[in-house]
């Protein structure tokens, strides 16, 4: 699906992918309320641009490698510095990822509260 990723940057949809899918399920799953299954359809929106970003070559180097470094945070369980990575995306690269942004920080904080 994703074939024109970089091996190194396919991380980020493995890590990204699994996040979805466990805040999905702690905000309900199928059988969430209206408004979280709303959530729910707009994190995957905006995480398959990301994706769709990625696979097309649309990001820059450094906002990708940044997305790498987030996604190793995630996957050591450190949501702090998940959350740090998530802003100096914000600060640094909003014109380029401002559209998933927003999103990466809710699902990072629901999957933190979940532990």
């Not at 709303?38 to 097309?56: M, P, Q, T, V, Y």
């Not at 510095?81 to 699902?107: H, P, V």
Request: a positive charge; hydrophobic letters at 35%; glycine letters at 4%.
């Amino acid at each position: 699906m994703f074939s024109c990723v970089p091996a190194q940057k396919r991380t980020v949809i493995e890590t990204l992918t699994r996040l979805f899918n466990e805040t999905s399920e702690a905000l309900g799953g199928s059988h969430a309320v209206r408004a979280k299954r709303r959530e729910i359809d707009d994190n995957s929106k905006k995480i398959g641009a990301l994706f769709a970003k990625l696979n097309n070559g649309d990001i820059s180097e450094t906002a990708a490698e940044k997305h790498v470094q987030l996604c190793q945070a995630l996957d050591r369980c450190d949501f702090p510095t998940a959350l740090k990575i998530q802003g100096d995306l914000t600060t640094n690269y909003w014109d380029e990822c401002s559209f998933w942004l927003a999103t990466l920080k809710r699902m990072i904080r629901v999957r933190q509260n979940a532990r």
